[in-house]
C-alpha cells in the first residue's frame, strides 16, 4: 500500500543531518507499532487508519497524525484490535 496517496507528511518540521544521512523531524504525531507487519496492515485496510498516516518508518510502525488518535483508538477497538496507549 503507498501510504504517500493519502498523506504526505504535513507536520514535518525540518530536516537535519548526520553521520548516518539526513533525519526527518515530525511533530504532533503518535507513534503506532504493531506485532507483525501483518497485523499492520490488516488495521490500515479495516480502519481508516491509512488516512491519518504521515508515514510508514518501518514494516510493523507507523506515525499518525495526533489530532486523530480518539477517532483511530475507537475505530481500532470496534474492529476487535487492543490498542495499549503509552504516554
Known amino acids: 500500500m503507498d501510504l504517500k496517496q493519502f498523506n ?11 553521520a548516518g544521512g539526513p ?3 515530525h511533530q504532533n504525531v503518535t507513534l503506532l507499532e504493531c506485532a ?7 488495521a490500515l485496510s479495516a480502519t481508516p487508519l491509512k ?10 510502525v507507523v506515525l499518525v497524525d ?8 475507537k475505530a481500532l477497538t470496534k474492529k476487535g484490535y487492543e ?5
Do not use: C, M, Q
Open 8 to 18: 504526505s507528511s504535513p507536520n514535518l518540521e525540518g530536516k537535519a543531518t548526520w
Open 23 to 25: 533525519a526527518l523531524v
Open 36 to 42: 507483525s507487519p501483518a497485523i499492520l496492515d490488516e
Open 51 to 60: 488516512f491519518a498516516v504521515v508515514r510508514r518508518i518501518s514494516p510493523t
Open 66 to 73: 495526533h489530532a486523530r488518535l480518539d477517532e483511530l483508538v
Open 83 to 87: 490498542p495499549r496507549i503509552v504516554r
